[in-house]
């Protein structure tokens, strides 16, 4: 790490960011290793939020360095229109045997963002195939996180991502989020609430249910700070969906592979969708990838209405859908997954964790605090203006020595799976020294 060298800031415009400010006052990252980043001062980091919530197997994997470099050397680039790479259908094999049952047919794109725009399109393509292209219409949630790209912010629930935004969405209806004041700083599932998935039937009572092709949420609402379904939630709006021939797609970029304890939060909460996006910790974070997988009942009647004609069924796909590259990042992480048994350690590990976090209960910044698995949200009090006390809290948080992200008012603290009962005690050591202080 070289510190006389200062990056020329001018020409990187960054994402989710306040230039102006980081311009005044860099944070940077030069290195990382395991469940630690180093700035490029040498200053040691703990990482609470996976990067963010990308590197569930931890930092700088070897065995992921070496698979990538073996797939450079040999084949660095293939495009995947009508032509392919091997190690594409291999990936999409191990991927499926992790998957929900009968969720085995994989679509490969770049990132969370282009997996639910391609997950709109699979539904829009089905309703079509199957004789009701009237179903045009989609349901997502209030404070629901889909990514950024068009159809993503259209389904967006958080003000802010459609606000500069609204000329371009789609069509769009919104339920209510299912968090209420009665719930606070509960752990795990709320157990009232789960009748706020009435609002998908009122919804379909008042546009028709026959003009609504899929039901779009976040098993687990990741991005606007953990927000946990009540019981019962999610088999209601599965019963919702079945009654009005709706497709239910749960968008997993954040709760799969482990952090709920098990490979994917549909497994957890035992309640099936007919679609999953997903990316993040596809690659441990390694390599841009993202999928979306659904059913052979989905892709044959995709496949069944192009008819005979010499066309692709599906008129989608990106240049980089399932990256050789990537390709191999992926089935080096699903090995490490397995080898290690990390979703299993992320099960076992997440009762210290969540005691970590409910620990900080009486703090004087914080007003509420959830948690399921290894992901937790912590409510800050409000600031001077809404997100102030939270930007203040990354940054206080992050000279303290502890990177996590921050949305609004709320952390989301979400460690590495190999992360040891110890380094969950010295990240909420950190916590609670910030968020114990005055501002």
């Known amino acids: ?69 073996k797939q450079l050397s040999t084949l660095d680039y293939s495009p995947h229109f009508q032509r392919a790479a091997p190690v594409s259908f291999e990936f999409a094999e191990k991927l499926a045997g992790i998957l929900p049952d009968g969720l085995d047919r994989v679509f490969f794109a770049g990132s969370g963002s282009e997996a639910v725009d391609t997950a709109m399109k699979m539904c829009l393509a089905y309703h079509r195939a199957t004789g009701n292209a009237q179903r045009t219409r989609f349901v997502s949630r209030a404070w629901g996180y889909h990514g950024v790209n068009l159809g993503g912010t259209s389904l967006a629930g958080m003000v802010n991502n459609r606000r500069d935004f609204s000329g371009i969405t789609c069509d769009v209806v919104h339920m209510r989020h299912t968090w209420t004041e009665e719930q606070k700083f509960t752990r795990g599932q709320p157990e009232t609430d789960a009748d706020l998935a009435n609002d998908l039937e009122e919804i379909c009572k008042t546009y028709g249910g026959d003009t609504i092709a899929a039901v779009f949420v976040e098993p687990i ?143 004087p910044h914080v007003s509420d605090l959830r948690g399921y698995g290894m992901m937790s949200g912590i409510q800050l009090t409000p600031g001077d203006a809404p997100g102030a006390k939270g930007s203040w809290a990354q940054r206080a948080l992050f000279d303290e020595g502890l990177h996590v992200k921050a949305t609004g008012d709320a952390i989301i603290f979400a460690p590495a799976f190999v992360s040891t009962e110890q380094d969950i005690d010295d990240m909420v050591a950190i916590l609670q020294k910030v968020l114990g202080s005055p501002i």
Not at 8 to 14: E, K, L, P, V
Not at 29 to 35: C, I, N, Y
Not at 61 to 67: M, V, Y
């Open 221 to 363: 609402a990741g991005s606007i700070g953990t927000i946990v379904p009540p019981k019962g939630y999610l088999e209601k709006l599965r019963a919702i969906c079945d009654k009005y021939g709706i497709l239910l797609v749960f968008d997993e970029v954040i709760t799969g592979f482990g952090r709920t304890g098990s490979a994917f939060a549909s497994q957890a909460f035992a309640v099936k969708p007919d679609l999953i996006t997903m990316a993040k910790a596809l690659t441990n974070g390694a390599i841009p990838m993202s999928a979306v997988a659904t059913s052979a009942e989905i892709q044959a009647a995709v496949f069944e209405a192009a008819g005979d004609a010499d066309r692709p069924e599906f008129f989608h796909g990106y240049t980089y859908s399932a990256h050789p590259v990537a390709c191999a990042a992926g089935i080096a992480a699903l090995d490490i997954y397995a080898k290690d048994k990390l979703f299993e350690r992320a099960n076992e590990l997440s009762s210290h964790f969540l005691d970590g976090v409910f620990g900080l209960r009486n703090l």
């Open 1 to 69: 790490m070289n510190v006389s060298v200062k990056p020329n800031m001018t020409n990187h415009w960054m994402p989710f960011t306040n230039n102006r400010l980081f311009h005044e006052e860099p944070q940077m990252f030069a290195k990382a290793e395991g469940v630690k980043y180093w700035t490029p001062e040498g200053r040691e980091i703990l990482d609470g939020s996976s990067g963010l919530f990308c590197c569930a197997a931890g930092h700088g994997r070897p065995e992921i360095a070496d698979a990538v470099y």
